[in-house]
């Protein structure tokens, strides 16, 4: 079973920086995909961006260009690197795993994620 645990969350003014972190515990697949979920106050939950277990990555329009998502080479830790912040951009982070190489081409699919971290809130002010 895995266990994650987002990080890095905080304030920041709008067009700043911020760089989220989801360490993975447990046993981890060797094909799965690995992605961000948001959701703001009186929001819906969004995906943000998702991360196969052989490279390939998809992003939500809103934050395509502006984020990054990797992991690093023991692929337990995903990281989310958000450049260009916007207000808009203020939401409780999760992180989000499954099983099998296969990342829903709809980013914003969540229900085929059978482990989610706790979150963590990013606020970034005008």
């Known amino acids: 079973q895995v266990q994650l645990a987002e990080s890095g969350g905080g304030s920041v003014q709008a067009g700043g920086s911020l760089t989220l972190f989801c360490e993975a515990s447990?046993?981890?697949?060797?094909?799965?995909?690995m992605a961000w979920f948001r959701q703001g106050e009186g929001k819906e939950r969004e995906g943000v961006a998702s991360?196969?277990?052989?490279?390939?990555?998809r992003y939500a329009d809103t934050v395509k260009g502006r984020f990054i998502i990797s992991r690093d080479s023991s692929k337990k830790i995903l990281s989310l690197q958000m450049n260009g912040l916007k207000p808009e951009d203020s939401a409780v982070y999760y992180c989000?795993?499954?099983?099998?190489?296969?990342?829903?081409?709809?980013?914003?699919?969540?229900?085929?994620?059978?482990?989610w971290g706790p979150g963590t809130q990013v606020t970034v002010s005008p």
């Open positions: 991360l196969r277990s052989d490279g390939e990555t």
């Open positions: 447990g046993y981890t697949a060797t094909s799965n995909c």
């Open positions: 989000a795993y499954k099983v099998g190489g296969y990342c829903p081409r709809d980013t914003h699919q969540s229900s085929s994620f059978g482990a």
